[in-house]
């Protein structure tokens, strides 16, 4: 009577060969440059610039690159790019979280003269190119002398995070029912305890994402802090690029070990935060 | 449910308006002049077609919505510039807004801990028994059926003893057994505490049962305020007596007859009901409203209006005849008592007891009396 259906069964078909073989294809494809990269990392200098697969691999590079050592060879401190790159995007996402969370519940529950402008206008920061603003910042920066300081690049780069959370958050926040905080001011909680007691823990994985996502577009980013920062506050992006020599010589090994370096620190945020992201998952019925 | 038991008040709204400004829209007058007086302790139903306003009355008195204009008044006390935790109301929400992480009974607990309430762990055992969800109470939001949902929103509402209640369709997830029962249970339960309360429902029967008192709303304004007698049996206009009453009353054209001291109304070609009506004009045009339950046959020497049944249905309590009268646009219903059987095709004359043949201005739609 009833067809039964077996769980975990796929029947093969041409077409569905063909697209597990199209998926595979693109895997490969996609994975090969870092599979190149974590190679290129592990050769020693004079092995570099060949192509074979078969040699003999050392974590050398790795401590060079982290040490004064590396430092010595290219005029850049790679450890303290990482830890001002820590400290620039973390700054850049927590004051983004600081004021944009309260900004997207705001432009989420209501609609006030030029709302919806504003909410586009915070997105058209990210329209212009970085280089088009770069040079007059590179001008203030000298003269209020932001230049390669923590504080000028957390100014910076919440430019670059601060729409993001806004827009992302904005969203999770119209799809929390507004009663659910109505039925709080009803029990005699204020505004904002019924915001913080009850809406913010709603959108905790909201939150998580957007942090994470932020976090990893001030980290790629490049071009401000290749203008605005010196040795100071210089960033892991613009120190990998040292690597390749900029006239003396370059070091393909010691790059692509910096540049597997400076992917970590994203992905073990992502990693942390993974719980968050996904229990958001569950929490969605608050109707039906 | 302890023995702090809220001394019931009167709630009363006065010429209670809500105007929706929408930016690039026409203001949207949602509620427009509310006047309505409920005693203490009085169980109102507010029922209305959807869109009326009735979900924006509620809110207003809770607080959760901005007045226009106009005065709310619980017991002697103004509440409109109250926030809605000094106003010592509960509401049963229609989406429910059950807190998703939290367990039933930790929703259930939560109101009285944000008020420093004592013995809150008793309290949810015995208002979770008397709505029968004892076994639901250590279970998640998400894993409950949209009756259950309901029911744990009812008990929220309830649980802080509130002296006003307002419930906005309590029971519409409710299938038809439970909605008798949950529906029983809130009445005595209202009976019992003595809340004031107003329950919003779309279901005339839900209304009927339920209320002490009947609001019927249409587009932002009360029609008629009234017992659910005096609804049913003096709709104050076409819109209440088309709305209240099942099977729906039939409404047609008929011009009054004055004959010597009675008051008839022609209908059709050859029709005419005696009507209780007394100030009518002869010649004037008129609706009429005659309910399927008033209909019968007309004894012999009776005015009545010959009809020929199109179809009748038999559903063994009661038959329903649809019959056609000549001259008369549209059919008329008539509901037959229990043993009695119409043939498609037979002619009968109808008549109703003239005090239940309803006349109303064709233009206006007002009651004549
Ligand atoms: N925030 C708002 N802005 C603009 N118009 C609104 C708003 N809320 C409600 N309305 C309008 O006000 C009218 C009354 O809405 P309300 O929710 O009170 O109806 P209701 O009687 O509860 O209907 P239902 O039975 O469908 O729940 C509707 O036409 C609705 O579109
Ligand atoms: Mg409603």
């Known amino acids: ?30 994975l090969f440059p870092i599979a190149w990269m974590v190679l290129l990392a592990l ?42 790159s820590v400290l620039n995007c973390g700054g ?46 590179f001008v203030i920066y ?25 827009w992302i958050l904005r969203s999770y926040f119209q799809d929390l029912s507004a009663e659910l905080e109505q039925a709080a001011l009803l029990d005699g909680y204020t505004r904002r305890r019924a915001f913080v007691m009850v809406a913010l823990p709603l959108v905790r994985p909201g939150i998580a994402a957007a942090a994470l996502l932020a976090f990893i577009f001030a980290w790629n980013n490049y071009v401000f802090p290749l203008i605005l920062t010196d ?20 070091y393909y090994n010691l790059t692509a070990a910096a540049a597997l370096i400076g992917a970590l620190p994203p992905l073990l945020l992502a990693l942390t935060i993974q719980r968050y992201l996904v229990r958001g998952l569950s929490f969605g019925a608050v109707k039906a | 449910m302890t023995t702090t038991t809220a001394e019931p008040a009167s709630l009363t709204l006065e010429n209670l308006r809500k105007t929706y400004v929408a930016r690039g829209r026409e203001p949207f007058e949602a509620v427009k002049g509310m006047d309505l007086k409920i005693r203490p302790g009085e169980l109102i139903a507010l029922l209305g077609p959807s869109g009326c306003g009735k979900t924006t009355t509620l809110r207003m008195i809770a607080g959760l919505e901005t007045v226009t204009a106009g005065n709310i008044k619980i017991g002697d006390r103004v509440v409109q510039d109250l926030p809605p935790g000094k106003r010592d109301i509960g509401v049963g929400f229609e989406s429910y807004a059950l807190y998703p992480p939290l367990s039933v009974r930790e929703n259930l607990a939560y109101g009285l801990k944000a008020r420093g309430v004592k013995g809150a762990r008793e309290m949810v055992g015995r208002i979770a028994e008397r709505l029968e969800m004892t076994e639901l109470l250590e279970l998640r939001p998400a894993s409950l059926s949209s ?3 309901q029911r744990v929103a009812l008990a929220r509402a309830l649980i802080r003893n509130p002296r006003v209640l307002l419930l906005d369709e309590p ?38 049962s339920l209320a002490d008192r009947m609001a019927v709303m ?61 100030d009518a004009d002869d010649g004037r045009p008129v609706t009429v409203g005659l309910r399927p339950q008033d209909a019968r046959p007309a004894a012999d020497d009776e005015a009545g209006v010959p009809a020929e049944v199109a179809v009748y249905e038999d559903f063994m309590e009661f038959g329903l005849a649809t019959v056609e009268v000549a001259g008369v646009d549209g059919r008329i219903v008539v509901q037959t008592p229990h043993g009695v059987h119409w043939r498609r095709g037979d002619i009968r004359r109808i008549a109703a007891r003239p005090d239940r043949v309803y006349l109303f201005d064709t233009d206006s739609g007002g009651r004549i009396r």
């Open chain 1, 92 to 137: 850049a996402v927590l004051v983004s979280l600081l004021i944009g969370i309260p900004a997207a519940y705001a432009a989420g529950r209501w609609k006030y003269r030029g709302s919806e402008d504003l909410m586009f206008q915070m997105l058209s920061f990210r329209f212009a190119p970085e280089l088009m603003v770069v040079v007059p910042l």
């Open chain 2, 218 to 278: 249409n587009a932002g304004v009360v029609e008629q305020f009234g017992t659910p007698d005096e609804i049913y049996d003096n709709p104050a206009n076409v819109f209440v007596a088309d709305f209240v009453g099942e099977p729906k009353i039939n409404l047609f054209e008929g011009t009054v007859e004055r004959r010597g001291g009675d008051v008839h109304v022609r209908v059709g070609r050859e029709g005419t009901l005696r009507t209780a009506v007394g």
């Open chain 1, 231 to 250: 040795s100071n506050a210089t960033t892991v992006t613009v120190a990998v690029t040292k690597f390749l020599g900029g006239g003396g010589q370059a």
């Open chain 1, 142 to 166: 000298n003269q209020t002398g932001l230049f390669d300081t923590t504080y000028g690049m957390i100014w910076v780069l919440q430019l670059v995070t601060m729409p993001l959370v806004v």
């Open chain 2, 147 to 149: 009756g259950q949902k």
């Open chain 2, 171 to 208: 029971l519409s997830h409710l299938d038809a057994a439970q909605r008798q029962r949950v529906r029983r249970e809130l009445k005595v339960l209202q009976r019992e505490f003595g809340y004031t309360t107003i329950v919003v429902t779309h279901d005339q029967l839900e209304a009927l």
């Open chain 1, 43 to 84: 050769k020693t200098d004079t092995e570099q610039t060949t192509t074979y697969f078969a040699f003999s691999p050392t974590f050398d590079n790795f401590g060079t690159v982290m040490s004064q050592r590396g430092t010595d060879l290219t005029s850049v401190d790679f450890a303290g790019a990482l830890v001002s």
């Open chain 1, 1 to 30: 009577m009833a067809t039964e259906i077996k769980p975990g069964r796929k029947r093969l078909t041409l077409g569905s060969v063909g697209a597990d073989l199209l998926l595979v294809f693109w895997f490969v494809f996609s």
